[in-house]
């Protein structure tokens, strides 16, 4: 494939990730992606042979590789996990606000509609999931906190994150934001090791 | 109206609820919930002639409603709030369960789907969302939480529930629902007021 195909291609996953992040997947139409991505229909198929739902795969697992680097970064430095959170959902609330509430988690919209009808989608999600609370639980045992309990807690800050921006978009609002960024200190600080 | 007609409108609702809950707004076509409910097409424009956003804004009022007395029959007892939102996960996890990870929170998917690009439905979930938060921070409140901090972590709390809720459909597990609810307690006997 030459550089134009490649953008081209480019172009029309970061189209998808775009629409299904703000409206999922059913309301994600090929002719809206085309339109957004200024693609020709014929690449669509030359791109994606399988279809729409190969090119929302590749957007869902584009969007949680993201994510996940976006964790790694944070837990990979100095601040200590309540400000990685804190951090995390500032960095959200900002794309969030500048986006007009389309955005939030690039992958709840479709997890949701796909938990229990679209087992291949729901396998993505899952996965991209799995990876935010894994990098989660690495920085909670690197801050001392044994393997159980990092465990458990990361998958509880996954979970306020991830209802904290449900909250925030259905609201148009970044308090269920802070709200949530005051409740994960509550949780690493009584979950923390003593010193 | 008679008898048959009110019957034949609650099955309508009946069966969008089951539908938007499990697959969202953008995936239920009126063909399914007409199929589901066994109503004839006609009396899908005589009960709801502003068609489908009239019949899901519909369903999400009353599962809304239907949340909102559980959590007011669980806090109005003699439960506390630890105790309360362990209940909650409980009852949603047994129905998530039963039901192959199709139901999880009533109103999230459309939330997600809806946030930026369907102002009347959004709201419609923000009200149901505002009503569930309020019955949790008047919960707080009587169990000696001062205003302020029953707000905010009733906001972390409903934040905690629908992220876990999300996690568990997309996972097919109850583990996040586990975590929550250990979350929860921690977080509420860190915020508890002192006796």
Redesign the interface.
Known sequence: MGAKGEETRARLVQATRALIE??????TGLNQVLAASGAPRGSLYFHFPLGKDEMVALALVEAGEDVGALIAGMTGGDLGPAEVVRGLLDIFGDRMAE????T?CPI??V???????HEDL?LV??AA?DTWQQALARMLVRHGHDRADAE??A??????????L??A????SR??L???A??AD??L???APAH
């Open positions: 703000a409206q999922g997947y059913y309301g986006s007009g509430y389309a939030g709840a919209t997890a949701l509609e796909t938990a229990a009808g729901r999600c899952a999931y458990a807690t998958g509880a800050v996954l979970a306020l994150v991830e209802g904290a449900l909250l978009r259905v609201r148009h308090t269920p802070d709200q949530a005051r409740a509550i949780l600080r009584a979950t």
